[in-house]
């Protein structure tokens, strides 16, 4: 089944103890992302990625990291997490085609409470 | 100015009403558009694409006026199960443009 997977669904953790959210997508899809959506703002995007190797920030970087290893897999890190980046977080995956539409497939989505 | 704006919203409507969002964007070179709907506390998901022509898929119709830069999507016959929020989504044509979400107008569909 075509799917993006992220890990942890749920999460509370404490100020500043690293943590790594992880998300997988087997559609063989070049464009991720990562977004975080907190009441009354809407969807935000924190980091996206063209292809392997191919990172760039978005909206919102302040406070993550991202790799691009692989084309499956775009980790979301937190080096130092802090209570304002407590947020429901949603990991996104697209066939970014040259001069063509792409759908944008979702994860279920992480939701992360600092503490 | 926002690349992607939205009626604010909420839109509070009866059964059986047609309801219409709007969006317009500001960049020019987008190619793609989209919208996608939210449940609360879910992923978004795709509901429909746009096309030059407008496009029609049940009750639901999208148009895009490019010269205007604004797309717009009609309910029809609103059902209790169309509550959600509807997000306007716009792309770029070129490998390196980003999705541009915007964020999103609630609608709730009272019995």
């Known amino acids: 089944e075509a799917q993006v997977t992220q890990n942890p669904r749920y999460l509370i953790t404490v100020t500043g103890k690293k943590l790594t959210v992880t998300c997988s997508q087997n559609?063989?899809?070049?464009?991720m992302s990562w977004y975080r959506q907190d009441p009354g703002l809407g969807l935000r995007q924190i980091y996206y990625?063209?292809?392997?190797?191919?990172?760039d920030k978005g909206d919102v970087p302040e406070g993550y990291k991202v790799s691009r290893k692989e084309k499956r897999n775009f980790p979301l890190i937190l080096e130092s997490p802090s209570p304002n980046q407590t947020s429901l977080y949603f990991c996104?995956?697209?066939?970014?085609?040259?001069?063509?539409?792409?759908?944008?497939?979702f994860g279920e989505g992480s939701r992360l409470t600092v503490l | 100015r926002k690349e992607v704006e939205q009626d604010p919203g909420p839109f509070n409507v009866p059964e059986g009403a047609t309801v219409a969002f709007n969006c317009t964007y500001s960049n020019s070179a987008s190619q793609s558009f989209f919208w996608y709907r939210q449940d609360c506390r879910k992923e978004p998901k795709l509901l429909m694409s746009v096309y030059s022509s407008g496009n029609e898929d049940g009750r639901f119709t999208a148009q895009l006026n490019r010269a205007s830069q604004y797309i717009s999507l009609l309910i029809r016959d609103s059902k209790l199960s169309d509550s959600a929020t509807y997000l306007c989504v716009v792309k770029g044509k070129n490998y390196g443009q980003n999705f541009v979400f915007g964020p999103g107008t609630r609608l709730s569909v009272l019995p």
């Open positions: 990625s063209m292809n392997v190797e191919v990172t």
């Open positions: 559609m063989n899809h070049e464009y």
């Open positions: 996104a995956s697209s066939p970014l085609l040259t001069g063509l539409t792409g759908e944008l497939f």
